[in-house]
Every structure is written in structure tokens, then in C-alpha cells.
T-cell receptor, first 114, second 117 residues
Framework: AQSVTQLDSQVPVFEEAPVELRCNYS??????LFWYVQYPNQGLQLLLK??????LVESINGFEAEFNKSQTSFHLRKPSVHISDTAEYFC????????????FGKGTMLLVSP | NAGVMQNPRHLVRRRGQEARLRCSPM?????VYWYRQLPEEGLKFMVY????????ESGMPKERFSAEFPKEGPSILRIQQVVRGDSAAYFC???????????????FGEGSWLTVV
């Protein structure tokens, strides 16, 4: 079975500051990794995903995440955040072979203030 | 192209009543997933269905909860004799074929918030 740990339940930052949201996973087999974003009272939207190839993946709105197999991490970063980035961010993992459901971390609330 | 549609968005039930949550997957999607989100917790998998079949219900409580995805119509998550602990956000998601374990994106609806009073 796989699991995901998001160590920070809340990350407050000022607008235009850089941010890193941490995600570590546990799995005995190869994984696919995902970051989803949830704005207040809305569903989850896929931000980016790692399947294979380059370990650095990017989203269209400036976020990026790097798959680090040795550290079993998939941290999410943005060099300069906007107020509109305020949301809850969920890291998720699934196995690459055989049947597996998507397992989510508990989420990190990113609070961007002016 | 409409996304995953869930209704009702908000539902209030008294203890002991039944709650029915509906989910229409994205057009062309035949795989449906239900997740539950409790306060300060992540999303927990409940059940995975394809048309007329339950593929995996390992996350579903053994009693009072059931799910279906009929040949025609939306998927239904049914909670009988609701209790306060059932208060949560219930999210439905869909994918066109196999899900995240094949690298596919699963698309989420906006959720149904159940409050049991």
C-alpha cells in the first residue's frame, strides 16, 4: 500500500515571495505522482503530474514539482506567488503497475497575503 | 464539454434520514470514483465503479453506505440512517478509461456537502 505525507498543514506567505509545499510518499513499487489544487468550496483540479521522463514537471500557472526517487519526494514550488494562489494543495500517489487507487495526502493550505 | 456534475451541492439531513448524492461523469467517461473529505483530512477513497459494476468498494463503510452506476443515468451514493459523523464533503470523479494507475487524469466534480443535524 502507498501513503502520502504532507508535513505542513498551512503555509502562510507574502505575495511575490517564493513557496515550497512539501510532499513525501511511501511505496514499495514505482509510482505516478500528482498535485491537485482545491479553491474554497470547489472540487479538485489537477495542477500537474509526474508519469515518467523528466523529473521536473511544470504547470501552466507557474508551479513546478520535482520527482526525487531517492528522497521519495515530490515537492511543489513557485518562485513568486499571487493572492489568487490561495487554496488547498493536495499531493497524491498511485502505483504504475496493477490496479491501484489514487491516495491523497491531508493537504496543505497556502495562504497568500499582500 | 461539461465537467463532472454533482448534485445536490449542499444537503442537510436529520439523523436517521437517508442521503442520496448524484454524480454525472464527464461525457465519454465510463469510470466513476467516490471520495470523502472530512475536516482537516485529505480525500479518502470510497468506491470505484464502471457501468453496472462495482470494481472496488474497499473504502466504503460496510453498513449504511452503498453505490451504484446504472447503465443509464448518474452514479448514486446512498447513505442510509445518517449519523453526525457522516457530515463531510463527498466528491465524485471520473476518467475515460482506466484511472490514475494508468497515468490518466481523473477529473473531480465540485462536491456535495452533507450536513447531518
Amino acid at each position: 500500500a502507498q501513503s502520502v505525507t504532507q508535513l505542513d498543514s498551512q503555509v502562510p506567505v507574502f505575495e511575490e515571495a517564493p513557496v515550497e509545499l512539501r510532499c513525501n510518499y511511501s511505496s514499495s513499487v514505482s509510482v505516478y505522482l500528482f498535485w491537485y489544487v482545491q479553491y474554497p468550496n470547489q472540487g479538485l483540479q489537477l495542477l500537474l503530474k509526474y508519469l515518467s521522463g523528466s523529473t521536473l514537471v511544470e504547470s501552466i500557472n507557474g508551479f513546478e514539482a520535482e520527482f526525487n526517487k531517492s528522497q521519495t519526494s515530490f515537492h511543489l514550488r513557485k518562485p513568486s506567488v499571487h493572492i489568487s494562489d490561495t487554496a488547498e494543495y493536495f499531493c497524491a500517489v498511485t502505483h504504475t503497475s496493477g490496479y491501484s487507487t489514487l491516495t491523497f495526502g491531508k493537504g496543505t493550505m497556502l495562504l497568500v497575503s499582500p | 464539454n461539461a465537467g463532472v456534475m454533482q448534485n445536490p451541492r449542499h444537503l442537510v439531513r436529520r439523523r436517521g434520514q437517508e442521503a442520496r448524492l448524484r454524480c454525472s461523469p464527464m461525457k465519454g467517461h465510463s469510470h466513476v470514483y467516490w471520495y470523502r473529505q472530512l475536516p482537516e483530512e485529505g480525500l479518502k477513497f470510497m468506491v470505484y465503479l464502471q457501468k453496472e459494476n462495482i470494481i472496488d468498494e474497499s473504502g466504503m463503510p460496510k453498513e449504511r453506505f452503498s453505490a451504484e452506476f446504472p447503465k443509464e443515468g448518474p452514479s448514486i451514493l446512498r447513505i442510509q440512517q445518517v449519523v453526525r459523523g457522516d457530515s463531510a464533503a463527498y466528491f465524485c470523479a471520473s476518467s475515460p478509461s482506466k484511472g490514475a494507475d494508468s497515468g490518466n487524469t481523473i477529473y473531480f466534480g465540485e462536491g456535495s456537502w452533507l450536513t447531518v443535524v
